[in-house]
């Protein structure tokens, strides 16, 4: 499914109008089933949709690994089936209820209320040069950005490499997909860094801690909520990550100056 | 409730290391009861959240006007209660349900399935020179994003001053805000321009058409399916309005260049 659509469009720069033709970024609802029963909907960009289902049914607790997930397919344009090897407890999708109308995101609020957030070890550290550096590749990357100006970008790197890119028109889509691509490939997560185009709101955080992402960079700020969760999930918080600057808001002693 | 929170942090800029006392934005959950039953939570940037409120059980189409509403008031720091002059009806939780789990903000997805987008008139033209000083005056106001660099502002505007303006973590929550302020006061919108920091995808058109809102003007990029929304209800949509150039994607006829 194409991830842009061209339009006609009137230009006004500078006091010259021109009809052109420009580029935006599609909007499409992907309705997500497990065990054959409606679970919810996403308005995302119609790319990776297998690794959006599978990093949200992981932000959301449905899944722990691939291993839950009997098969997992793309039944149509609109329409991924999970089937688990388990059934779903009665009680999930009525705890899930109450933080799903959650407006900018259906987050899984037991983060905050089960005690389930183990703080994340500190076993590698990184030099902020380098995470500047990773970061400068991480902007040069989203293509569908530059054509369209509609997207946030996620990436999971390591010091060297980015290993997992994703776009997407919702911050937390793009977030689902490079996690969902990692599960995939069963990739452990604890000495790499998420690099983010977008804000870092709370519900971000939460899912970075989920997979146990130990540092988090953004191009943008964090939310105070966002700093509490990274501060009980020992997460190194770092934001403004622009040309030779960087704001580190928690979690310092993993960066090497 | 305060806004933004002070918090230490180690600032790097090109090589120099700093301790330093920055500012981040506050985000909360905000619980809305309606009629007395739990009916959503948001997580917001907690300024004006009665407004919030009633602009988003406006989007949601709970209520229609004020007239819907016998009283709203803040019970706690967290909680919004709203009695309505009538019950829910019955199925309105369940048509909800499937639309509440969209990842990127609950969606009252009817604007879609029940031909209820009534195409709004031109009744007023505006000079292009006009909106982009709006815009420019817009920019200005967001005292929070100067601030704080997490959040986004909506504004709505005649084309020579801002009526009502609001920030927010959440892009739809700042559109909630400013609808709910002019629901509040009863103000005629459709001679007004909606401004916004934020990309407009399609809940943000839906919200819009809803409030009969004809002008959209966003510093960043539309969506596919948001241009469909604007299409659908002859909203003129406005792109990219940034010094002294703009994109119109469509309703250019309510343009004057």
Known sequence: MKSKEK????????????????????????NIY??????????CTPEEKIELAIGF????GVISSMESIKSIVELSENLICAILN????????????????????????????????????????????????????FNHRSLLFKQTGGVHSCAICSNNSIHYFSED?????????VIGKALLKNTALEDKLLMTTGRISSDIAAKAAKAGIPIIVSHSAPTDMALNIARKANITMIGFARG????IYCGSDRIIY
Chains 1, 2 share one sequence.
């Open 34 to 43: 497990v065990n054959k029963e409606f679970y919810s909907s996403l308005m």
């Open 244 to 247: 030779r600057r960087m704001s």
């Open 169 to 177: 028109i919702g911050r937390h889509n793009a977030l689902d997909k």
């Open 86 to 137: 388990y059934d779903l407890e009665e009680d999930f999708q009525s705890r899930r209820a109450l933080t799903s109308g959650c407006a900018k995101g259906s987050m899984d609020l037991s983060i905050f209320e089960e005690n389930n957030m183990k703080p994340i070890a500190i076993s590698y550290q990184h030099a902020a040069h380098d995470i500047l550096l990773m970061m400068k590749e």
């Open 7 to 30: 339009v006609g469009i009137i230009k006004i720069n500078n006091g010259i109008i021109q009809e052109v033709e420009d580029e935006v970024v599609v909007e499409k609802i992907v």
């Open 57 to 60: 049914l992981f932000a959301e």
